[in-house]
Nanobody, 126 residues
Framework: QVQLVESGGGSVQAGGSLRLSCVGS????????MAWFRQAPGKEREGVAA????????YYADSVKGRFTISQDNAKNTVYLQMNSLKPEDTALYSC???????????????????WGQGIQVTVSS
């Protein structure tokens, strides 16, 4: 059974940084597209970033390009989301997701991902 566990969320002032971690288990780690999504109250879930594990292929939403970086530590089965220059509009529940590597070859959609973590809150104050 696939399990994804996020950590690293919290509250920060605008301009600050946070790093989210997602530890995966229950599958062959290198065979996945790993992604981060976020959902703010009253808004649809948004695909933020994705990484084809074991490669350098990444995807970023326009809203986070240049500020967020997705990376991997394969020895730890962990994917990170480094978030810099945070803005109040980045406030959301952030979730890690995993699915077939083909999901990483186009903009990411929540409906395409079958395995999800429980989510972690990120709050950015102005």
């Amino acid at each position: 059974q696939v399990q994804l566990v996020e950590s690293g969320g919290g509250s920060v002032q605008a301009g600050g940084s946070l790093r989210l971690s997602c530890v995966g288990s229950g599958y062959t780690y290198g065979s996945k597209c790993m992604a981060w999504f976020r959902q703010a109250p009253g808004k649809e879930r948004e695909g933020v970033a994705a990484l084809y594990i074991g490669t350098t292929r990444t995807y970023y939403a326009d809203s986070v390009k240049g500020r967020f970086t997705i990376s991997q530590d394969n020895a730890k089965n962990t994917v990170y989301l480094q978030m810099n220059s945070l803005k109040p509009e980045d406030t959301a529940l952030y979730s890690c997701a995993a699915d077939h590597p083909l999901r990483c070859f186009r903009p990411i959609y929540a409906s395409d991902f079958g395995d999800w973590g429980q989510g972690i809150q990120v709050t950015v104050s102005s």
